[in-house]
């Protein structure tokens, strides 16, 4: 594995989502000086939190899969994420609701699940879904440690047993196609296989080795933690600070010193100059490309994943049919993914993801108010509607979505609003998001594993990039590897921090009121 040559005692790491907070922990586990500097008040990044009116808002993710990913973070320092963050497991971890009227709570617990899809769909889908769980499973122990928990220098990487493992399980193949194996009914097809477009790619078109995405929404768990998504990088960052950790907030970097490629300092917007022996940038790739006044040369221009549309709404009333996380699914499937990678339109017969979090934290919200988190994939900017376009543009979507909700049986939904923001391409754009998009660069075969950016830029020795849109992607457990993976480009590995995530504290053993993230006021 390449490393950052020559000294790496002090590391500004720039940018405090949570890659870089990762990233940050990561390298403090391994003896390294870090300063962290952020150009907004506080930690976050995607995953931020804002007040509105007296609701508590994350403003990014709010699906937390792969806990012990973050765990293994906190460990570098001998710090736990379960003493920080009082998680809660979801159960269901979904609700999907689909145009026939139907309904199917999607549990990660195997038997529950087994017995719901025979319920939902019959014994024989019910045993398909067993030997689903079984390949997704198998699919994981493939790929984790080799494809995707990895630095990769070479496509030549590649070539190794574990890739002969993941061609025998299909994973070379198409992702419907292998889901339909499994199980024949179209309802459940999707349950297995809408993750796809995390990833940026339309099932019908992305590799079956994706299904990994559904391994961790449908096997590994769904969490929630209390004080919301935002608890987890506040825990962080707390956990960061503890353990030596100079953090920086509205410090914005405007600059990198460089002397015969490699820099020497720091340069924020204010003046200040920071000297440092290694920098690691999270920030947006054409941002950080800026940066270092290099952009990487590509045979074809990236592709960037759909954007979406969020209705935030404080509401004075919810609905009895709405879990924690609940998919609502329209008619329409192909035409849908066409529309949003294909032709850029609006979805006609839109799938949304609906997240209530006062399910589970009622004090994000007043009381006896509920907090509704409405998600309706977009095109990106480059395929479909100019962020310009979207400042008259949002506002009437607003309303068609809200409509839509209403005939999905949220009847009154617009009435019960209290406290509402839509964030569109437009904000996403203004945030710095390359094709207006918060989901990176997608997943296509040409971007993913060594093809996807590396997080060694060639001509600049003691830069590294972490972030989803480097190695390994996109999503909430693989921006958290892709600090690791920063972090091990300049220690040269993890010799020097603890070998793994330490076990599990049972349910009795964590605290009633948690100390770091959920013990601060998140606004």
């Known amino acids: 594995m390449k490393t950052v040559p020559g000294p790496t005692d002090h590391v500004v790491v720039v940018g405090a989502g949570l890659s870089g907070l990762a990233c940050a922990l990561h390298l403090l586990g391994a003896g390294r000086r870090v300063t962290l500097v952020e150009r907004d008040p506080g930690p976050g990044g995607r995953a931020g939190q804002v007040r509105l009116g007296g609701y508590q808002v994350d403003t990014g993710p709010t699906v937390l899969t792969m806990p012990d990913l973050a765990e293994e973070a906190f460990a570098a320092v001998g710090d736990s994420l379960y003493r920080r963050v009082e998680l809660t497991p979801l159960h269901p971890a979904y609700r999907a609701g689909f145009a026939d009227g139907t ?54 990487q590649l070539a190794h047993p574990d890739l002969a493992r993941l061609a025998a399980l299909g ?11 499994f199980l024949n009914d179209p309802r459940l097809q999707r349950v297995f296989s809408f993750q796809a477009l995390y990833a940026g790619v339309a099932p019908a078109r992305a590799l079956a080795a994706y299904a990994v995405i559904s391994y961790m929404d449908t096997v590994a768990g769904v969490w929630f933690p209390k004080g919301g998504m935002h608890a987890l990088p506040r825990a962080m960052a707390d956990a960061a600070a503890d353990a030596g950790a100079e953090l ?46 290099r952009t990487p040369r590509r045979p074809v221009r990236l592709r960037h994943s759909p954007s979406a549309v969020i209705l935030h709404a404080g509401t004075d009333r919810t609905w009895p049919g709405l879990a924690h996380h609940t998919l609502s699914f329209g008619a329409a499937w192909e035409r849908t993914f066409d529309e949003l990678t294909r032709t850029g339109s609006l979805m006609s017969d839109p799938s949304l993801l609906i997240t209530r979090p006062t399910t589970h934290d009622p004090s994000l919200a007043p009381p006896g108010r509920h907090l509704h988190y409405v998600l309706a994939p977009c095109p990106n900017t480059d395929v479909g509607p100019s962020a310009a376009a979207w400042r008259d543009l949002g506002p009437r979507y607003r309303d068609s979505l809200v409509a839509e909700l209403e005939r999905r049986g949220l009847d009154g939904f617009a009435d019960s609003v209290q406290e509402e923001m839509l964030v569109t391409p437009l904000d996403w754009a203004a945030q710095g998001h390359a094709a207006g998009s918060p989901f990176s660069v997608s997943h296509t075969f ?41 972090a091990s480009r300049v220690t040269g590995g993890p010799g020097r921090r603890p070998s793994g995530p330490r076990p599990r504290p049972a349910a009795a053993d964590l605290p009633s009121t948690p100390t770091g993230a959920g013990a601060h006021d998140p606004s």
């Open 446 to 486: 040409a971007q993913t594993g060594p093809f996807r950016p590396r997080n060694l830029v060639r001509g600049v020795d003691n830069v590294v990039l972490a972030g989803c849109g480097t190695t390994p992607g996109v999503g909430v457990p693989t921006v958290l590897i892709s600090g690791k993976l920063a």
């Open 248 to 293: 920086r907030w509205s410090a914005e970097v405007s600059a990198l010193e460089s002397v015969s490629g490699r820099v020497r300092a720091v340069r924020l917007a204010s003046g200040e100059r920071i000297p440092c022996d290694a920098v690691v940038l999270t920030c947006e790739l054409p941002a950080a490309h800026r940066l270092m006044g």
């Open 103 to 156: 309904s199917l709570d999607v549990h990660t617990d195997g038997d529950a699940m087994e017995a719901e899809v025979r319920r939902f769909a019959g014994p024989a889908e019910a045993a398909g879904y067993r030997r689903l769980r079984a390949w997704l499973e198998q699919l994981y122990r493939a790929q984790m440690r080799r494809f995707i928990d990895t630095n990769f220098d070479s496509p030549f």
């Open 171 to 181: 994973g070379f193949g198409r992702l419907d196609a292998r889901i339909g194996r």
